[in-house]
């Protein structure tokens, strides 16, 4: 049973260019959420997507979006990066309507220079 | 918007000590309440999870916690710590209609051999 499956592992960008990040959830879920781990904070919610909709966000400004496949993965975009946006991200999937459990991914390691 | 303390940010103990993790969390309703554990290198895993009934709840490796309505507290114990617990553990919230974790700051668990 494959768990949750992110990619790439490490990301070195630039100020000012965008990035995408991938995720494929738990088998059986449907829901990915996204998260934003800085260094010593717990994750903060980005946002969730659920029957490819955006379902809800957290205090993140435009420039992060996500999108959501027929095949329940999803991916994160981030435009006009930041040194700011260096952080671990972090996907986590559950199963809508079940028990609000989410399993969560390794991690995207963004680096921004 | 709720929110979630951890009080203690880095605790160091010696094998076979017990272990008692706070958690504190600021929301009135209906909640359901995580602890993860982030070992060195590795992902963000469920330790345990409260969603209702019995407030005493058991999870893996001989962790359990205690959901305190009247404290809005789940902390978190374990009687005997082992080297290998040495991890960061993370507290987390789920409240009211919002499909969103909300995660405390983390405890960092040194164990000493």
């Known amino acids: 049973d494959a768990g949750v499956t992110q990619s790439p592992t490490h990301l070195i960008k630039t100020r000012g260019q965008q990035v995408t990040l991938r995720c494929s959830p738990k088998?059986?879920?449907?829901?990915v959420s996204w998260y934003q781990q800085a260094l010593g904070q717990g994750p903060q919610f980005i946002f969730q997507?659920?029957?490819?909709?955006?379902?809800q966000r957290g205090n993140f400004p435009d420039r992060f979006s996500g999108h959501q496949f027929p095949n329940y993965s999803s991916e994160l975009n981030v435009n006009a990066l930041l040194l700011g946006d260096s952080a671990l991200y972090l996907c986590?999937?559950?199963?809508?309507?079940?028990?609000?459990?989410?399993?969560f991914g390794p991690g995207t390691r963004l680096t921004v220079l | 918007a709720q929110s979630v303390s951890q009080h203690n940010h880095h605790v160091i103990l010696s094998e076979a000590a017990s272990l008692e993790l706070g958690c504190n969390y600021s929301?009135?309703?209906?909640?359901?309440l995580f602890w993860y554990v982030q070992y060195p290198g590795q992902h963000l895993q469920l330790l345990l999870k409260?969603?209702?009934?019995?407030?005493l709840v058991k999870g893996i490796k001989g962790f359990e916690a205690e959901f305190i309505k009247s404290k809005f507290s789940f902390n978190l114990r374990k009687p005997s710590v082992q080297w290998s617990d040495t991890a960061e553990y993370f507290c987390?919230?789920?409240?009211?209609?919002?499909?969103?974790?909300?995660f405390g700051s983390g405890t960092q668990l040194t164990v000493l051999p």
């Open positions: 409260y969603f209702s009934g019995d407030p």
């Open positions: 986590a999937s559950s199963l809508q309507g079940g028990p609000d459990t989410q399993y």
């Open positions: 987390a919230v789920l409240s009211g209609s919002a499909r969103q974790l909300t």
């Open positions: 929301y009135g309703g209906t909640v359901n």
């Open positions: 997507y659920y029957e490819e909709e955006e379902r």
């Open positions: 088998s059986g879920h449907d829901t």
